[in-house]
């Protein structure tokens, strides 16, 4: 069995339509994200790794629609399964991403999916519950169609 990180005693990862119980995570760049943030915002949650060649294509799709939800009610909040913080943000320079990374990963994992796939990505509604856990790489217009968890 699968050790659970401390604090989540028991508490198993949000399966859709479950309230998302968010940790308070570290970011890449010095931030701290936390419940707070997802407060009546719509979350998308990436899982990915910098040798996931799937996750090179999928990351700008990411990209882009971090950038088509700024200004609405949508977060999008990656998490890298990597533990070499200078080699992820030496990624995200050289691939021109800007989306939030934290390499807190386990945290994350006992919140959302403890599923490895990446890359994974975990929709949450703006009433703070999971939507959906998808597996492996989105096309483009599938990412950007989650904008429309702003709604």
Same mark, same amino acid.
């Given at each position: 069995?699968?050790?659970?990180?401390?604090?989540?005693?028991?508490?198993?990862?949000?399966?859709?339509?479950?309230? /998302?119980?968010? *940790?308070? =995570?570290? #970011?890449?760049?010095? !931030?701290?994200?936390? &419940? %707070?943030?997802?407060?009546?915002?719509?979350?998308?949650?990436?899982?990915?790794?910098?040798?996931?060649?799937?996750?090179?294509?999928?990351?700008?799709?990411?990209?882009?629609?971090?950038?088509?939800? /700024?200004?609405? *009610?949508? =977060?999008? #909040?990656?998490?890298? !399964?990597?533990?070499? &913080? %200078?080699?992820?943000?030496?990624?995200?320079?050289?691939?021109?991403?800007?989306?939030?990374?934290?390499?807190?990963?386990?945290?994350?994992?006992?919140?959302?999916?403890?599923?490895?796939?990446?890359?994974?990505?975990?929709?949450?509604?703006?009433?703070?519950?999971? !939507?959906?856990?998808? &597996?492996?790489?989105?096309?483009?217009?599938?990412?950007?169609?989650?904008?429309?968890?702003?709604?």
């Amino acid at each position: 069995a699968a050790m659970l990180p401390a604090g989540v005693a028991g508490a198993a990862p949000a399966q859709p339509g479950d309230r /998302v119980q968010w *940790p308070t =995570v570290k #970011l890449l760049d010095g !931030r701290t994200w936390s &419940a %707070a943030d997802a407060q009546d915002k719509a979350v998308v949650v990436v899982f990915w790794s910098i040798t996931c060649p799937f996750c090179r294509r999928h990351n700008p799709h990411v990209e882009k629609l971090r950038a088509a939800a /700024v200004g609405k *009610p949508l =977060v999008v #909040l990656t998490v890298s !399964r990597d533990t070499d &913080a %200078a080699a992820v943000a030496r990624h995200l320079r050289e691939q021109g991403l800007n989306f939030a990374v934290t390499l807190d990963h386990a945290p994350m994992a006992a919140a959302l999916s403890m599923r490895r796939v990446t890359p994974l990505t975990v929709t949450v509604g703006r009433d703070g519950r999971v !939507r959906q856990i998808i &597996a492996g790489e989105m096309f483009e217009e599938d990412v950007l169609d989650l904008l429309q968890l702003a709604a």
